[in-house]
């Protein structure tokens, strides 16, 4: 079944480390976003991506980056964790023309 | 770029009673107007939505509604239940192969009281 996937789900990590959290989409679509939300709260677009060796930074794109190496693949990296990045990160994509998204389960990353 | 509001941004109603929210958006090359539904914990998903071709549009309790000259739209819930506790989102889309990134509003949430 057509999906889109995060892992890990959860991860706690300590204060400097590096984390990549991971994203795939079985849709064939060619647009990706990563979102941050902290529960219940506002969408924040971190980066985006309309298709393979395209990426652009959204509002809170600072301390992390994104690749798009592959249509079904788009991971990002925070080079260095801190307390601050502590929230839930969601991955979405969505059709070339559509402005329909499709979201994964999310990722819950604590920063300890 | 695209500027939403949605309000209110918290809502409590009873149980049986209708609830509205609105969106209004800048963009005048908005066509795609769609809400999503986040119950706690779980990830948004699209409930309704509309193309400006249509100014209305119902699928059994929900319904939105779209004034374009006024570049607003609108959820509709009629006869809450519990489970339509919720935050929803609104998200105006210019579509065509642009690549404007989507631009959600804040949310808002809904509490239906039993």
């Known amino acids: 079944e057509a999906d889109i996937y995060q892992t890990p789900r959860y991860l706690v990590i300590g204060t400097g480390k590096k984390i990549t959290l991971e994203c795939s989409q079985t849709m064939g679509h060619d647009k990706m976003y990563w979102y941050q939300q902290d529960p219940g709260m506002e969408l924040h677009l971190i980066h985006y991506?309309?298709?393979?060796?395209?990426?652009e930074k959204g509002d809170l794109s600072s301390e992390s980056t994104v690749s798009r190496i592959r249509t079904e693949h788009f991971p990002l990296t925070l080079e260095s964790a801190r307390p601050s990045h502590t929230s839930q990160y969601l991955c979405?994509?969505?059709?070339?023309?559509?402005?329909?998204?499709?979201f994964g389960p999310g990722t819950r990353l604590t920063v300890t | 770029g695209e500027n939403v509001e949605q309000h209110p941004s918290t809502l409590s109603v009873q149980e049986g009673d209708s609830a509205v929210i609105k969106c209004t958006y800048s963009d005048s090359a908005s066509n795609y107007f769609p809400w999503y539904k986040q119950e706690l914990g779980k990830r948004p998903q699209l409930i309704i939505d509309i193309r400006s071709n249509v100014g209305e549009k119902k699928d059994q309790r929900i319904a939105v509604t779209l004034n374009k000259t006024a570049k607003h739209f609108s959820l509709h819930i009629t006869e809450t239940q519990p489970e339509d506790s919720a935050v929803y989102f609104c998200a105006p889309y210019p579509g065509g192969w642009g690549n404007t990134p989507l631009v959600f509003g804040k949310g808002t949430r809904l509490s239906v009281i039993a």
């Open positions: 979405a994509s969505s059709e070339s023309r559509g402005g329909k998204q499709y």
């Open positions: 991506s309309y298709g393979v060796n395209s990426t």
